[in-house]
């Protein structure tokens, strides 16, 4: 496999409908918006369902959610130290940072594409780890297009949770969700860095295909299966490390917009929205519609 040579960028457009993509545990878990009112899912938010649709793609995942994992560890220390190489480290004291993140770059696909803090204390005789490793793979935080309306509805419990509670099977709670909004968001491929965590051609086209199928296999009662789907990723190739144009430049060619005089009662993507790209001189786009 061969390490990645030339800068990628990239572009996602996304809807939500019904749904809430990113609730902000600051706000009652209110999907998240800023003090324009447009709405915001962070870039955590996005790396997760990214590593999701990466270890349903077989890849071997280094932070992975609880509820997702594949094996038996219950903390990032323990499914380091199971790795035959790295768990020598633990127990040595003359590791070296530089080979510590060698190895974990070579066995997680997520630690050599968005990096990883590996920050771990010194336990019995065994060495601390402090090692930070660097990745290539850059992504912004989605913002819708348009601001987006949050609807906020009242829900009760059929059932007591606990045996002898003092509360009845009305017990209130709060759902949030957003009715309809179009995000996008951003993205890079650094060379220098890739060349640093071993990050290949092979790995950038699996980071493409998971951004296609982002919502795949992704359901919670908060977002319906349905409920969020990729429109659109764009996908520049430079022809060198730096690139021939900024990421900033190139990320401003694409502009999603409403359309103009359209029905505003039924909103949809097709309908309602346009994506309009600007070519570049000797850039090429290639377009994917999501799944």
């Known amino acids: 496999m061969s390490i990645l040579d030339h800068k990628i960028d990239f572009a996602v457009v996304l809807s939500v409908a019904k749904a809430n993509p990113n609730g902000d545990p600051l706000n009652g878990n209110r999907p998240r918006q800023n003090y324009d009112g447009y709405g915001e899912i962070s870039d955590v938010a996005l790396k997760r369902k990214i590593r999701n649709r990466l270890q349903d ?47 974990a770059c070579q066995e997680w696909m997520d630690v050599r594409s968005f990096g990883q803090v590996f920050a771990f204390k010194a336990v019995g005789k065994g060495a601390g780890v402090s090692v930070g490793v660097r990745g290539p793979v850059s992504i912004h935080t989605a913002i819708s297009v348009l601001p987006i309306d949050i609807t906020s509805m009242q829900i009760t419990k059929s059932v007591n949770s ?22 996008v968001f951003k993205g890079s491929i650094n060379t220098q860095l890739a060349e640093k965590t071993g990050f290949t051609n092979e790995d950038a086209a699996k980071i493409r295909e998971a951004l296609i199928s982002l919502f795949e296999n992704d359901v919670s009662s908060a977002r319906p299966d349905g409920s969020m789907e990729v429109h659109k990723v764009y996908w520049w190739e430079h022809n060198s490390k730096l690139g021939k144009y900024s990421s900033a ?43």
């Open 57 to 103: 793609m077989g890849e071997s995942i280094f932070v992975q959610s609880n509820d997702r994992k594949l094996d038996s560890f219950h903390s990032l220390r323990e499914r380091a130290e199971a790795n035959p190489e790295l768990g020598k480290i633990f127990k040595s004291k003359e590791g070296s940072s530089e080979e510590f993140a060698r190895m």
């Open 162 to 183: 606990e045996p002898g509670s003092e509360k009845g099977s009305d017990t209130m709670g709060m759902k949030h969700r957003v009715d309809f909004g179009v995000y």
């Open 249 to 291: 430049k190139v990320h401003r060619s694409l502009e999603v917009k409403p359309k103009e005089n359209v029905n505003t009662v039924d909103k949809s993507f097709d309908t309602h929205y346009e994506c309009i790209l600007t070519p570049l001189e000797g850039l090429e786009v290639q377009e994917y519609a999501g799944l």
